[in-house]
Nanobody, 125 residues
Framework: QVQLVERGGGLVQAGGSLRLSCAASGGTFSMYTMGWFRQVPGKEREFVAGISWSGGSQYYADSVKGRFTISRDNAKNTVTLQMNSLKPEDTAVHYC??????????????????WGQGTQVTVSS
């Protein structure tokens, strides 16, 4: 069974940066499309960024394009989300997710097969 563990959340001022990491275990990481989602209380979980199994292709929600960068290291079984120019509206619990497929472009919650426990990101104004 695949396990995902996120790290790196915290409190930051608007305009600042945070780096989230997600470590995978229990599966063949290089077989998975990986993504990041976020959720605030009372709202649906929303897609943030995705990356292909090789790391060669990335795709983003419009709200974070140009500010966030997703990357992966298949040798270390990790996926990272570098978040720059943070805004108060980025405040949410951020989740790492994996899709047991090399298909590209998944961005719906139901597309992904396994999830981390989430890490809180809070951006103060």
């Amino acid at each position: 069974q695949v396990q995902l563990v996120e790290r790196g959340g915290g409190l930051v001022q608007a305009g600042g940066s945070l780096r989230l990491s997600c470590a995978a275990s229990g599966g063949t990481f290089s077989m998975y499309t990986m993504g990041w989602f976020r959720q605030v209380p009372g709202k649906e979980r929303e897609f943030v960024a995705g990356i292909s199994w090789s790391g060669g292709s990335q795709y983003y929600a419009d709200s974070v394009k140009g500010r966030f960068t997703i990357s992966r290291d298949n040798a270390k079984n990790t996926v990272t989300l570098q978040m720059n120019s943070l805004k108060p509206e980025d405040t949410a619990v951020h989740y790492c997710a994996g899709l047991n497929s090399r298909s590209y472009g998944a961005r719906r919650v139901q597309d992904f097969d396994f999830w981390g426990q989430g890490t809180q990101v809070t951006v103060s104004s």
